[in-house]
Every structure is written in C-alpha cells, then in structure tokens.
C-alpha cells in the first residue's frame, strides 16, 4: 500500500463523553473562580465630591501580616482616570500603637501604588489623602481586615 493510503482507524466520541467534558470544564472554572475570588477582593471604594477612590491590595490578594502591596485609584465623576495628584495613605490599629504613613507612586491611568506593612492581624484603620492642584485635600478612610 503506498503512503496515505492505509485505512483509517478513527473513533467517534459519544455524547456522553462530551458533556462528562463539558461538565469537568465548568467545574474547573468555578473552581479557579472561587478560589481567585479568596485570593483577590474586590476593591475598598468610596465616593467624595468628583472623586471616586479605590484602595485594594494586589499581589498578595487579601491584606496579610507582614509587607502588602496596594493600589490606590482615582476616577473623576465619569469614570475617567484622575493622574494629577499626590496620594497618601496612612494606617493605624487604633489602641495599639501601630501605625505609620506612606506615599504612593504614581503608575499609569489614576492608580498609585506603595507597600503597606502590618505587623500584626486584625482591623486596620486606612486613610487616604488625596491632593490635587487647585483644589481642597481629600480625605477618606477605610477599614481593612488583615489576616
């Protein structure tokens, strides 16, 4: 038989076995759905006069003891990113004498990011200060859960 021309062996796969697959592939997306989702919080936001302020760890998904990157955005009252502005943020644990304040820098498209370190767990009381040329500093806190 010359080459090409042998005869082909070729199975056909139930439906059964696909849907099994189409079931395996959902389960595995809701999985990774599910355990990103514990990984990764949605962001901390708030409103004050034009300005919408997030503040969400990245990297190391939900605040830990020890050093945490954050990111703070800024976004005007249509959602367009705010760069023009100095960003602070300073956090404490009330009582017990922790605390310290840092300044961001600036990336790209109204995000500002720095590294916040949290010696022990428990609520932490954020504020991020916000100042803009020609206009009043913004103040706004958050509370964060650290584990």
């Known amino acids: 038989m ?8 070729r199975r056909k796969v139930s439906q059964g076995a696909l849907g099994g697959l189409a079931i395996a592939v959902v389960a595995l997306g809701w999985l990774a759905y599910s355990f990103l989702g514990e990984l990764v919080p949605p962001p901390a936001t708030q409103q004050i006069a034009d300005l919408e302020i997030s503040l969400y760890s990245t990297l190391t998904g939900r605040p830990q003891v020890g050093i945490n990157q954050f990111e703070v955005k800024l976004r005007d009252r249509h959602g367009q990113p705010v760069s023009q502005a100095e960003v602070d943020v300073a956090y404490s644990m009330g009582s017990m004498g922790h605390g310290s304040r840092t300044v961001t820098r600036p990336e790209s498209y109204g995000i500002f990011s720095t590294m916040l370190s949290f010696p022990m767990a428990g609520t932490w009381h954020v504020e991020v200060m916000v100042r803009r040329p020609g206009q009043s500093e913004v103040k706004l806190p958050f509370s964060l859960s650290v584990q």
Do not use: K, L
Request: charged content about 40%; overall charge negative; aromatic content about 12%.
């Open 2 to 9: 010359p080459w090409g021309d042998e005869p082909r062996n």
